[in-house]
Each structure stands twice: as C-alpha cells, then as structure tokens.
C-alpha cells in the first residue's frame, strides 16, 4: 500500500492545531512530523499502519504554503501534504466579539509596517464604504454601486460580483464557504464564497445597513426596521427577531453566549443568542447608537451618538466608566492588550485604558475618523474622511506609515496575512503589502 498524508483542516493560522492523518505505513512504525523542515511531532502508527498526530503551526510560521511530512524513522521515507498558514479577517471586526485584533498576524510589526506600499488597487462602480473580509486567499467586500466584489488577496484579480437592489453599505462575513451580507434593498444575502452563486436571500423589508455576524450556525443582524434579526446560516429561515425603539445600524456581537447591539433609540440591548430573549438594556439619554460593540475583559465597549465611549458589565449591563469625546463616536471600538482604540467626528482617534478609562494617547486627523480601528501585532490601523489610512504604534500613537487614497475612508480596515486592505470613497478597494506585492498564498 501506498504511503498517504491528508491534513485537517488544509488552512491554518500560526498556533492553530491540525490533524495529520497518514496511513500505508507498517505497524508499530514510529512516525516523525515535521512543519518544513523543523520536527513538530512523533507518531506510532497502529496495527493498520494508520496514525493520526495533532501538530500546532508554529506562531512564527509566515503566510503562504508549508510543507508537512511524515516520516518512518526506520528508513526515512515520506509522505508529503501542503498546509496553507493564513491570518484571515472573515467578518466585521474580525471575529464575532467584534474586538478588532487580528491575534494571529505575525508579518506587520512597528518596526515593519513602515514598508507598506501600494500592492494593488480593485475598482468598483461606486463608493465602498463597507469594510473588507478576507477569507482563504480572496478578498470581499461590497460598494454602493449594488453589488459585492470578490478579489484575489494577491493580485486583485477579480474573481466574482454579485448583484444586489441597492447600496451595499453592509460589510461581508465569510463563515463556512459562504458570504453573508446585507443591501439597502431590504435583503440578505448568501453567496456562495467561491463563485457567487446565490445560496439563499432573506427579505427583511427595511435597509440593512448593519453588518452581519455570524457564530453558532446563525447570522446576525440589525436593520431599519428597528429589530435585530437572527437566521438559519445553513438555510435564511427566521430563527427569531428582538425589537428596539430605533433602527438597528450596529453591528451585533456575539459572546458569552449573548448578542450585543445598539439602536439608534439610544440603548445597548443584550439578547440571549440562540432564542434572542432580551437580558437587558444600558445607556440611555435619547441619543442613538450607531458603533457596534465590541466585547473584552468581561465588559462591552460601544460608542456614543452622544459624545463618548461606554463601557458596561457584559453579564449585567451595569456601567463601569465613560470617557468623554468632544464629538460624536460612530467608530466601533478594538480592544487589544488592555486598550480600546476608537475613532471620533472630532478628527481623533483615541486609544484609552480599557479598565479606567484614562487616556493613553490621542492623534488628530484632518477630517472625521468613522472608520473603526483595526490592531495587529501593535499596530493601530484606521481610516479618515481625509481619504488617508493611517498606521499608528499602539502603545505610543506614533505614526510610522500612512497611504493616501482618492476618497474619504469610512471603511475600516482588515488585517490579514501580512496585508491591508480598505475601502475608500474614490470607489476603490485598496491592498498594502509590504514593499509592494502581496506573496500568492496558494
């Protein structure tokens, strides 16, 4: 019999576990795994002469294809199969606790950010003030022109385009091979991830400017019709709807086994995620939320209408501290190493001790900063009205990198496997690698 290595799952972030699965060898054959060329793990082959070893990817292993191999230690013969090592982004903020931290980027440090340049520019037919997902080696993200774009993360190259009745403001979420996203048109949508086909569309009836989020089977979100929608990810049936004063443009959180909200009635409403009973509501004071909240250290970071960023008990609701803005926060809040990092209409984006409120440090753009932060390995990555991204060093607010593009930037940026990619208002999608080209992943 033949030597065989099959691996499970075939793409894998740095620390992520994959199962190497290898059979055709002799019974009691002591295995070695190797990552490239670095031994990983030992294996024993049983009476069939199958093993199966579970190999974590080392937290240095860089984007691109890896090479596993499994040898008898006998003779030295080998079986050989290709990991991809990726660092996706595949929904708004990242992941559906929506802190904004891209954990497993190793590529774009401080002191290597300042080498991004211009990889590649995708052109669609309107402003693209939705925020990228990067999922498996291709970009998605959608544009006020009705339809959702899919390019290749290296290249740019287009791969498909789905239409849809109106401005797709709505960011992409990309769970399990498919592309869940909302339209103006009162509608989400399911494409297939690969080619676009559509998989199902849910009619809502009001504009679905919130982005979806998708966790446990079930996607998320809030639209005009003042309700936070959950459905069937697998098939778009209703699974249950929670009612607000005000419409729904937040993006909801997923943690702890809850759902986290604004509306624009001026509340953060907490649901219990698989029946949408609601547990409570926070803030108040008649002044709409329209940030997404992000949830971390046991608490929920939203911004305020009002001038602010809150912070509440994410079990409660009970407020735990405010820090004051001089303008309104539509930004969504990252939380990365005891730090939120926010964006204000007042021109700032602030990065504030997570637990006290105190402020860390404040940088000032030119123009509005909507975008919502992104941080990866101590970065802080946001966009502004000013039509520039800037990248600024987490702790400190020191700006090592900025890149202009030919329109405001409300988009808010994804960091994935060792690149940047954003939406401007000039109708653009941009990437950044570093000194140009973003490297083929597959």
């Known amino acids: ?18 199962a190497a699965h290898g059979a055709g060898f002799s019974a009691s054959d002591v295995i070695d795994v190797s ?15 199958a093993f199966t070893a579970a190999i974590v990817v080392p937290t240095a292993a860089l984007p691109g294809r890896h090479s596993i191999v499994a040898s008898r230690r006998r003779d030295a013969t080998g079986i050989e199969a290709n ?17 904004g931290h ?14 991004l340049d211009t990889a590649w520019v995708a052109k669609t037919g309107s402003a693209v003030d939705s925020s990228p997902a990067v999922a498996s080696g291709i970009v998605y993200v959608g544009s006020s022109d009705g339809k959702v774009y899919a390019f290749n993360a290296a290249t740019g190259a287009p791969v498909w385009t789905a239409t849809t009745q109106s401005e797709v403001i709505s960011s992409p979420a990309v769970i399990g091979g498919i592309v869940y996203v909302g339209s103006r048109d009162g509608k989400l949508y399911a494409f297939n991830a690969a080619t676009g086909a559509s998989v199902w569309t849910a009619a809502i009836g009001r504009e679905v400017l919130s982005s979806p989020t998708a966790a446990g089977g079930i996607v998320y979100v809030g ?13 778009g049936a209703p699974v249950w709807t929670a009612a607000t004063g005000g419409e729904v443009f937040s993006s909801p959180a ?18 219990d995620a698989a029946t949408g009973t609601q547990l409570w509501t926070a803030g108040g004071g008649g002044v709409g939320i329209q940030s997404s909240p992000a949830v971390a250290n046991g608490l929920v970071y ?32 990252a939380v990365a190493n005891g730090i939120v990092y926010v964006g204000a209409q007042d021109n700032k984006l602030c990065a504030i001790n997570a637990y006290v409120a105190t402020t860390v440090w404040t940088v000032t753009t030119a123009n509005f900063v909507d975008s919502s932060p992104a941080v990866a390995e101590g970065v802080v990555y946001a966009g502004s009205m000013d039509g520039n991204l800037y990248a600024f060093n987490a702790e400190t607010g020191g700006l090592p ?17 060792g690149a940047v990619y954003v939406g401007s208002q000039d109708g653009n999608l941009y990437a950044f690698g570093l000194l140009g080209p973003v490297p083929p992943l597959f």
């Open 401 to 417: 990198w900025r890149a202009v593009t030919g329109g405001g930037v409300i988009s808010s940026p994804a960091v994935a496997s």
């Open 35 to 49: 990552f490239d060329t670095t031994p990983i793990a030992v294996a024993a082959a049983d009476a069939t002469g």
């Open 302 to 333: 939203v911004g305020s209408g009002g001038a602010g960023l809150l912070a509440f008990n994410a079990l409660t609701g009970a407020a735990v501290w405010t820090a004051t803005t001089t303008a309104a926060v539509f930004s969504s809040p």
């Open 1 to 18: 019999m033949s030597l065989t290595l099959t691996l499970s799952p075939t793409i894998a972030p740095p620390a992520g576990v994959v």
């Open 102 to 115: 891209n954990v497993f980027e190793n590529v774009l440090n401080p002191g290597a950010v300042g080498g």
């Open 83 to 99: 990991l991809a090592v990726l660092c996706d982004w595949p929904q708004f903020r990242g992941s559906p606790a929506h802190k």
């Open 254 to 271: 997923v943690a702890n086994g809850l759902v986290y909200f604004g509306s624009l009635d001026g509340l953060l409403y907490a649901c």
């Open 223 to 235: 639209a005009g019709d003042n309700k936070l929608h959950a459905f069937n990810a697998a098939t």
